[in-house]
Nanobody, 126 residues
Framework: QVPLVESGGGLVQAGDSLRLSCAAS????????MGWFRQAPGKEREFVGA???????TYSDSVKGRLTISRDNAKNTMYLQMNSLKPEDTAVYYC????????????????????WGQGTQVTVSS
């Protein structure tokens, strides 16, 4: 098990920045690829971005250039820095962890992640 806890969500205005954190407790997540997903009201959950345990990243086209994922393996924590937020970024944001034997590997599909956080709400007002 890899318990994950997201934090940092809130209500902001368009153009503001916000940083989400995802903390893993109980064990190291150095051998886990980590990902961020989001689910807006009335929509399916969608991929936001992912990071390998070596720090290699990938992003969806809708957030590329505005959102940045990073991780601190020593602190068992992953971050999502969100800049230039838009109302369409409003969603519940989830972090996820998926084991991998390869340091540069990451996943962009939900089924590749075995562990999920409970989600944190981000609301962007116009």
């Amino acid at each position: 098990q890899v318990p994950l806890v997201e934090s940092g969500g809130g209500l902001v205005q368009a153009g503001d920045s916000l940083r989400l954190s995802c903390a893993a407790s109980g064990r190291t997540f150095s051998n886990y690829a980590m990902g961020w997903f989001r689910q807006a009201p009335g929509k399916e959950r969608e991929f936001v971005g992912a990071i390998s345990w070596s720090g290699r990243t990938t992003y969806s086209d809708s957030v590329k250039g505005r959102l940045t994922i990073s991780r601190d393996n020593a602190k068992n924590t992953m971050y999502l820095q969100m800049n230039s937020l838009k109302p369409e970024d409003t969603a519940v944001y989830y972090c996820a962890a998926g084991w991998t034997a390869y340091r540069d590997n990451y996943y962009d599909t939900e089924r590749s992640y075995a562990y999920w956080g409970q989600g944190t709400q981000v609301t962007v007002s116009s």
